[in-house]
C-alpha cells in the first residue's frame, strides 16, 4: 500500500510558478512509477507528466511541454512538479498518482494510488 499527500497547490497570476509536492509512505518508493493528473471543472482527468522509477524516462502532455518539469527524490520519498509559466488553462486540481509498475503509463486505470488533490488556480 501506498499513500500519497500532495502539497504545493495555490493561486498564482499568469506566467507565475509553484512546486507541487507528494509525500509518499508505505511501499518502497523507489520501485515505482509516478504521474501528475489533472481536473479542472467539466473535463475529464488528463495526464499531465509521467517518471518511470528511476528517472530514466518522462513523459509530458503536449500542452505543458517546457513549462513543467516532473521530479523525484527516492531518498526523500517525494515526487515534484515544477510549474512555470503558468496560464489560466492550467487551473485544476492536480492529483499524484503511483503504480506498483515502474515504467511510465498514460492512463487512470494503470494507477494504483491516488493523492486526495491540490488545487491550482492562475489568474489572467
Known amino acids: 500500500q501506498v499513500r500519497l499527500v500532495e502539497s504545493g497547490g495555490g493561486l498564482v497570476q499568469a506566467g507565475g510558478s509553484l512546486r507541487l509536492s507528494c509525500a509518499a509512505s508505505?511501499?518502497?518508493?523507489?520501485?515505482?512509477?509516478l504521474g501528475w493528473f489533472r481536473q479542472a471543472p467539466g473535463t475529464e482527468r488528463e495526464l499531465v507528466a509521467a517518471?518511470?522509477?528511476?528517472?530514466?524516462?518522462?513523459f509530458y502532455t503536449d500542452s505543458v511541454k517546457g513549462r513543467f518539469t516532473i521530479s523525484r527524490d527516492n531518498a526523500k520519498n517525494t515526487a515534484y512538479l515544477q510549474m512555470n509559466s503558468l496560464k489560466p488553462e492550467d487551473t485544476a486540481v492536480y492529483y499524484c498518482?503511483?503504480?506498483?509498475?515502474?515504467?511510465?503509463?498514460?492512463?487512470?486505470?494503470?494507477?494504483?494510488?491516488w493523492g486526495q488533490g491540490t488545487q491550482v488556480t492562475v489568474s489572467s
Open positions: 517518471m518511470r522509477w528511476n528517472s530514466g524516462s518522462t
Open positions: 498518482a503511483a503504480r506498483r509498475g515502474g515504467g511510465v503509463a498514460y492512463t487512470i486505470p494503470s494507477y494504483d494510488y
Open positions: 508505505g511501499r518502497t518508493f523507489s520501485s515505482i512509477g
